[in-house]
């Protein structure tokens, strides 16, 4: 596999369910990150891995909670969410210091909340 | 400190030329530009560094004006493969994690034939 690859595609959840959004980069990169694109919104920057470590958390809710075991995946673990948490989760990567600076993003994670 | 994108849709037939325009009321180091077609993931254009340095590849090209903190892109003799939404990422300061993108609402292009 190639690029940056997200699963499940699709998720629907209900309010008090606890679910897991997965991302794998085949590409080789220092830092992934987390998106969020809503209806009419801009793209968010949620949760942000250099090198494994968290170096940005941009004031997400606690019911998010991501997880980098290593520079090529990244996790983000679900717990009673909101409707109005529903939205397009996207991952990305990129090679940061070194790199051209250009975020490789896979297709995302349609997120639902009933 | 999100950029203002304007204009927010542009309707062009094939053949036409189009700007779209980034504006930050914060000074910026950089500018991205990527495009999303519907229920694709976003694709990365290009990147200006501050400098006022143009950019183009093909007939899709960027200037960033520092002193306004404006960047533009220009889409020439437009075809049907432009049409998407196309969003500016700013980025106030390196910190070397050039990810740290702050995304304007984004500007929907749709070419017509």
């Known amino acids: 596999e190639t690029g940056v690859t997200q699963t499940p595609r699709h998720l629907v959840m209900g309010m008090t369910n606890k679910k897991s959004l997965k991302c794998e980069q085949h590409?080789?990169?220092?830092?992934m990150y987390w998106y969020k694109q809503s209806a009419k919104k801009p793209l968010e920057l949620m949760f942000v891995?250099?090198?494994?470590?968290?170096?940005e958390n941009n004031s997400v809710p606690s019911r998010f909670s991501p997880e980098c075991p290593n520079s090529s995946h990244l996790f983000l673990h679900l717990h009673t969410l909101q409707p109005e948490d529903s939205a397009l989760y996207l991952c990305?990567?990129?090679?940061?210091?070194?790199?051209?600076?250009?975020?490789?993003f896979g297709e995302g994670s349609r997120l639902t909340v009933l | 400190q999100q950029p203002v994108q304007s204009p927010q849709a542009v309707i062009l037939r094939e053949g036409e030329d189009a700007v779209i325009n980034c504006s930050s009321s914060?000074?910026?180091?950089?500018v991205h530009w990527y495009r999303q077609k519907h229920g694709e993931a976003p694709v990365f254009l290009m990147i200006?560094?501050?400098?006022?340095e143009q950019k183009g590849h093909d007939k899709i090209s960027a200037s960033f004006n520092e002193k306004k903190q404006q960047s533009s892109l220009y889409l020439t003799a437009s075809q049907l493969s432009y049409s998407g939404t196309y969003f500016c990422?700013?980025?106030?300061?390196?910190?070397?994690?050039?990810?740290?993108?702050?995304f304007g609402k984004g500007t929907k292009l749709s070419v017509k034939p």
């Open positions: 990305a990567s990129s090679q940061v210091y070194s790199g051209s600076g250009e975020l490789f």
């Open positions: 590409l080789g990169h220092n830092a």
């Open positions: 891995y250099n090198f494994k470590e968290q170096t």
């Open positions: 914060k000074a910026l180091y950089s």
């Open positions: 200006l560094l501050k400098g006022g």
């Open positions: 990422g700013t980025e106030l300061n390196y910190g070397g994690s050039q990810g740290n993108l702050i």
